[in-house]
């Protein structure tokens, strides 16, 4: 757990989407990747929508998101809170609106119980603590890891949504199962999107979305593939095209197809 604030010397200054946004990030904990890029990028947001992230970390996700849909109220709560004050001044420094919040998942502050959003994002911590390998940063071992299970993430997640709000999670491919569980305990309207490193290779992560009462059948998407030819043959960028301007630029990453969406009857 970091408590004490991020001292300057502790931190870098990282550019995202191009430099669209700019990220403090601490050089030896948890640093944003390519995980939440993609979930902010796969966001359909729309100016005057609330998004709630919840374990948002520094902010990458919502920063990002907030950068490439004007007019948004972006809400975050982590349990750490040098994180917390960390992901503050990111949304501060991108010129964004929104707060962010210390505190657990299991006790939302009053201002976040208090609400509905449009969307609910997380990238929750891939490991449970029974699976999870030690890390020698302790903060990064909490996002690694965490004590909560998904269904507890996706349950308050669910809570938080408006009618027809949406949730979506990334996650590692092998807890797909629990996670799609959880999913199905509260949300309706699934759908699955697999992330794949190459053509050829197994889905290591996955998009997962769903809506408060509504209803569809469940679609599982064609994969997602992140980078160009079989395997790794040579230094240097090999992101498909598409990966590539969403990495580097303000762009969406919509789900491969829309259809219309039910509303829950009786």
């Given at each position: 757990?970091?408590?004490?604030?991020?001292?300057?010397?502790?931190?870098?200054?990282?550019?995202?989407?191009?430099?669209?946004?700019?990220?403090?990030?601490?050089?030896?904990?948890?640093?944003?990747?390519?995980?939440?890029?993609?979930?902010?990028?796969?966001?359909?947001?729309?100016?005057?929508?609330?998004?709630?992230?919840?374990?948002?970390?520094?902010?990458?996700?919502?920063?990002?998101?907030?950068?490439?849909?004007?007019?948004?109220?972006?809400?975050g709560v982590?349990?750490?809170?040098?994180?917390?004050?960390?992901?503050?001044?990111?949304?501060?420094?991108?010129?964004?609106?929104?707060?962010?919040h210390c505190?657990?998942?299991?006790?939302?502050?009053?201002?976040?119980?208090?609400?509905?959003?449009?969307?609910?994002?997380?990238?929750?911590?891939?490991?449970?603590?029974?699976?999870?390998?030690?890390?020698?940063?302790?903060?990064?071992?909490?996002?690694?890891?965490?004590?909560?299970?998904?269904?507890?993430?996706?349950?308050?997640?669910?809570?938080?949504?408006?009618?027809?709000?949406?949730?979506?999670?990334?996650?590692?491919?092998?807890?797909?199962?629990?996670?799609?569980?959880?999913?199905?305990?509260?949300?309706?309207?699934?759908e699955l999107?697999?992330?794949?490193?190459?053509?050829?290779?197994?889905?290591?992560?996955?998009?997962?979305?769903?809506?408060?009462?509504?209803?569809?059948?469940?679609?599982?998407?064609?994969?997602?593939?992140?980078?160009?030819?079989?395997?790794?043959?040579?230094?240097?960028?090999?992101?498909?095209?598409?990966?590539?301007?969403?990495?580097?630029?303000?762009?969406?990453?919509?789900?491969?197809?829309?259809?219309?969406?039910?509303?829950?009857?009786?």
């Amino acid at each position: 757990m970091r408590t004490d604030p991020f001292a300057a010397e502790e931190l870098t200054r990282d550019d995202f989407l191009g430099g669209a946004v700019r990220l403090w990030q601490p050089k030896d904990g948890y640093r944003a990747g390519l995980d939440p890029v993609l979930l902010s990028a796969s966001i359909p947001a729309k100016a005057g929508d609330s998004v709630l992230e919840l374990g948002c970390g520094a902010g990458a996700a919502l920063a990002c998101l907030g950068i490439r849909v004007s007019g948004i109220t972006c809400i975050g709560v982590d349990m750490q809170p040098a994180y917390a004050a960390l992901a503050q001044r990111n949304l501060d420094d991108n010129g964004l609106t929104g707060v962010v919040h210390c505190a657990d998942l299991s006790a939302l502050p009053p201002e976040v119980k208090s609400r509905r959003f449009d969307h609910v994002i997380a990238n929750p911590p891939y490991f449970e603590d029974f699976r999870a390998v030690a890390s020698p940063s302790q903060d990064r071992a909490m996002s690694r890891s965490g004590a909560l299970p998904l269904a507890k993430w996706v349950s308050v997640a669910s809570k938080r949504l408006k009618p027809g709000g949406m949730a979506t999670f990334v996650q590692r491919a092998d807890r797909l199962p629990e996670l799609m569980s959880a999913f199905f305990a509260t949300l309706g309207a699934l759908e699955l999107w697999p992330i794949q490193p190459r053509s050829a290779r197994p889905a290591r992560l996955v998009l997962l979305r769903g809506r408060k009462e509504r209803r569809a059948a469940f679609v599982s998407h064609p994969p997602l593939v992140l980078h160009r030819g079989e395997m790794h043959e040579k230094d240097g960028d090999s992101y498909t095209e598409t990966v590539s301007k969403v990495l580097r630029t303000p762009q969406s990453l919509p789900f491969p197809d829309q259809r219309p969406i039910q509303t829950q009857r009786g």
